[in-house]
């Protein structure tokens, strides 16, 4: 094939513009292959789990998969179950009580939060955001920060530790933390109105409102000129993409439409696009951060299921108690039972992201062969409020820098921040510290 094009391009309409997944056309010619970039993300999840149904029994390969991360098991030989890591500064260490407001702020920082509800909040720069500030310059988005309930930057949310403690776990200085944003349609709009002009942008949502046409309508002339142009893998490649992001779309606008219809007159006080439906808004989420790595658009993502403390109830699974009041359960069997629920369904919702990456062929493999993709919570167990022992998971193969399918045991107060160092090394940023790092994790190889 003799035409090229460049890796940027970008699809564009008025107010609109889609970045294209990597295209055959886009490698330099009489090359073998296009060199897939490699991504990392780091999902959280609160208050603890039930730790009698998360570990392991045997290490190494072949282990059996406890109850809770059995919705991993068609993904067993892509993950590291990682059992050891510590946050030392997730302790009180002479503070008192903060636990929920201290696991987040030290769960991507390694460093012990500033207790303070006012100003002067400071933790310590988090590893998404060292990584974004060395190699973001290479995509339209330095980072992106999802989650899917709301948080305040100020007041007092736990303990005399301010609101921004628990609802952030990405700090781009010691003292600035990423809102996240919890809203999918303003996601899918900051995900392809890059580079447009603010006129236009507002000249396509009114047209967008008139006449309901969807965003690939405003770039359908520049992907025909473009598919006309391309071999068939990659014409079938750009139509399986665009036919995602119009999925992706679609299911927006029916989840918006079905929380109007349930919320009635209340519609007005909720911020439109976002989901009622917990499941649902998790997942769609999930399907926007696969469609930024998928497009280049970023590769670098954090992503907060609940804030820490969260007291959400988890009707969809049998559990109306709040999570955060459930996980004190001082070892109530029932109290449990049901935390191991939620636990479970929490990782089903990870799993679907996996299922999502494994499903995007991309060079030499898939896209998860091509990312690092952190899950677990700053809390060991809820009952306990302890920082050692967390439950990780590590997914993906870093583009064949990890070997997983195993359970990894690490020597105990093992810091959480070792690990980040060996994902930094992988990411191309060698620094020789983090937070209470105190030295790279080994074990990720064989």
């Known amino acids: 094939m003799s035409y090229r094009i460049d890796r940027r391009t970008m699809l564009r309409g008025m107010g609109a513009a889609l970045a294209l997944p990597a295209l055959e056309a886009m490698l330099p010619a009489h090359a073998a292959a296009m060199e897939a970039p490699l991504r990392m993300a780091f999902l959280f999840v609160p208050n603890g789990v039930n730790v009698n149904e998360w570990f392991p029994k045997r290490t190494g390969f072949a282990f059996e998969l406890p109850p809770i991360l059995q919705p991993l098991e068609k993904f067993q030989d892509e993950i590291l179950v990682i059992s050891g890591l510590t946050h030392h500064a997730g302790r009180p260490n ?7 407001a201290r696991c987040a702020s030290v769960f991507l920082t390694g460093t012990q939060p500033r207790k303070t509800s006012g100003a002067g909040i ?5 590893v998404d955001q060292i990584a974004a500030r060395h190699k973001g310059q290479e995509t339209p988005l330095p980072s992106l920060e999802l989650g899917c309930e709301p948080g305040r930057a100020s007041g007092n949310c736990d303990s005399g530790y301010s609101c921004a403690y628990s609802s952030s776990i990405s700090w781009s200085t010691p003292s600035t933390p990423l809102g996240k944003e919890v809203n999918p349609k303003l996601v899918f709009e900051r995900l392809f109105s890059q580079g447009t002009r603010p006129s236009e942008r507002r000249q396509r949502r009114g047209l967008q409102a008139v006449y309901q046409k969807s965003i690939l309508d405003f770039v359908v002339e520049d992907a025909r000129r473009l598919s006309r142009q391309l071999g068939g893998p990659d014409r079938r490649k750009l139509d399986e993409y665009l036919a995602g992001v119009r999925t992706v779309e679609q299911r927006i606008s029916k989840l918006e439409q079905r929380t109007k219809e349930e919320l009635g007159p209340q519609a007005l006080a909720k911020p439109q696009g976002i989901p009622s439906d917990y499941r649902e808004h998790l997942r769609v989420m999930a399907d926007l951060l696969v469609t930024a790595f998928q497009s280049d658009l970023t590769r670098i993502a954090t992503f907060m299921f609940a804030n820490a403390g969260s007291n959400r109830s988890y009707r969809m699974v049998d559990v109306p108690e709040g999570h955060h009041s459930l996980s004190h359960h001082g070892n109530n069997a029932e109290k449990l039972a049901k935390i191991a629920r939620i636990n479970r369904f ?12 494994r499903s995007i062929p991309e060079g030499d493999g898939t896209l998860l062969d091509h990312c690092m993709i952190v899950y677990g919570s700053g809390i060991h167990d809820g009952n306990r409020h302890n920082n050692e022992n967390l439950p990780i998971v590590l997914a993906g193969r870093g583009n064949g820098t990890i070997d997983p399918g195993r359970h990894l045991v690490v020597p105990p107060e093992t810091p959480m921040t070792n690990l980040f160092l060996s994902m930094l090394d992988r990411f191309g940023v060698s620094i020789d510290w983090m937070g209470d790092s105190t030295g790279r994790l080994t074990g990720l190889t064989l």
Do not use: I, N, T
């Not at 002479?94 to 929920?100: F, I, K, L």
């Not at 400071?122 to 988090?126: D, P, Y």
């Open 94 to 100: 002479g503070d008192g009580p903060g636990d929920h």
């Open 122 to 126: 400071r933790v310590g720069v988090s």
């Open 346 to 357: 929490h990782v089903e919702q990870f799993a679907y992201l996996l299922d999502r990456l």
